[in-house]
């Protein structure tokens, strides 16, 4: 599919409801011991890959209006036995053992597609076995795997990497476990688990960079409500940016301040970005999420350097950035993203490669990339290798191109986002 270079973009849009939310609303729903109310819950493969999984844990989901569900799950410790088919959705993958793992007697195996079956677990794997869980890897890293449910006891388990799946799913393993359950974060990640837990009634505090919880006999939440996702909202707030003339409002997306990091970067760039974000807080578990609308107007951007700290907090967005530093004065540098590599694609190859072919500047590193700002791109054709991320990138790359940019496998945005292509036209006429 072929993106021309286009005029202005203009008007409001609603991204679609956050994927890491609905994930998890899904799951706490399945979890909670009454039914739990969902509103502005994502439809994609993804997250119908996890509406899939509680069904076929015993959870009832009842479908309204669209994004409105009503889920009467099997509650904390009634899972049944079941093959659970994760599609492409990590984060289902890497989530969903930590409630299973404590539930004893109970037996659970995980596949899902090609690129799925590429992504490791030992990193899961490693502080479930240590808390006394039961798991069978392919190699020992690998899906498909299984899950026996063993009695569970707390650990502390200090992260390797910054990950808010790995810190969820220790997280979740702890609300079954034996005494406390301690997970120490490098830096700050997604803190959607843990205001849910807060919400739920869970005993769960944080000190410093250490988040404690323990054991909990119920979980109540009586309903979740999904804001717009900002991962989603960036590709529509890249484009405005970088697409002269444009300007466009952004309404009811996420302000958590851990999943704005990328509106952060780009307001460094100097992006003129409006809005109301939560303030920065890592001393303290909030059970609220905050909702901003965002005012976004083209203009120019001056390179800048993301830090390590950063990443965690705009993991997502990351291709984007380098996208904006196509554009951009001077030298644009991502550093400590070694994380990209075991995405749906080695992300860090994808996109350098993609970019590259379209005229940027841009060279890999081991952790990141290194963009020099030559003012625009030519153009051309990039490969979305089944990444629903780069293929966004594309589309976005095309409007603000020369020439325009043909994205080869464009359904792959449908894994997170199947209104893409008609909320990007939208804004276009």
Known sequence: ?????????????????????????????????????????????????????????????????????????????????????VGNAGTLMRLLPGWLAGQRGGQWTFDGDESIRRRPVDRIAKPLRAMGADI????????????????????????????????????????????????????????????????AGCHITRDGDRISLTQHDELELGAIHVPGDPSSAAFHIAAAVLVKGSRIVISDMSANWTRVGFVRILERMGGVVVGDLETPDASAIRSDEPVTELDVTAGPLVGTVVEPHEVPL???????????????????????????????????????????????????????????????????????????????????????????VTVDGMEAAAVSYPGFESDLRSLLT
Do not use: N, W
């Open 314 to 404: 705009a993991i997502d967005e990351l291709p984007l950035v380098a996208l904006l530093g196509c554009f951009a004065e001077g030298e644009t540098v991502v550093t400590g993203a070694a994380e990209l590599r075991v995405k749906e694609s080695d992300r860090i190859a994808t996109v350098v490669d993609g970019l590259r072919g379209l005229g940027a500047d841009i060279e890999a590193t081991d952790d990141g990339f290194v963009v020099q700002g030559t003012g625009g791109l030519r153009g051309g054709t990039i490969a979305s290798h089944g990444d629903h991320r780069l293929a966004m990138l594309g589309a976005v790359a095309g409007l603000a191109s020369a020439e325009g």
């Open 1 to 85: 599919m072929k993106f021309d270079p286009s005029g202005p973009l203009k008007g409001t849009l609603r991204a679609p409801g956050d994927k890491s939310m609905s994930h998890r609303a899904a799951l706490f729903g399945a979890m909670s011991a009454d039914p739990v109310h969902v509103t502005g819950y994502l439809d994609a493969a993804d997250t119908r890959s996890t509406l899939s999984a509680v069904h076929a844990l015993g959870a009832l989901v009842e479908e309204g209006a669209p994004g409105t569900l009503t889920i009467r799950g099997p509650g904390l410790r009634g899972a049944g036995d079941a093959h659970i088919d």
């Open 136 to 199: 069978e890897a392919t190699d020992d890293r690998l899906p498909p795997f299984t899950v026996r449910g063993t009695q569970l006891r707390g650990i502390e388990y200090a992260l390797p990497v910054a990950s808010a799946q790995i810190k969820s799913c220790v997280l979740m393993a702890g609300l079954l476990a034996e005494g406390t359950t301690t997970v120490v974060e490098p830096e700050p990640s997604r803190d959607h688990t843990e205001r849910l837990l807060a919400r």
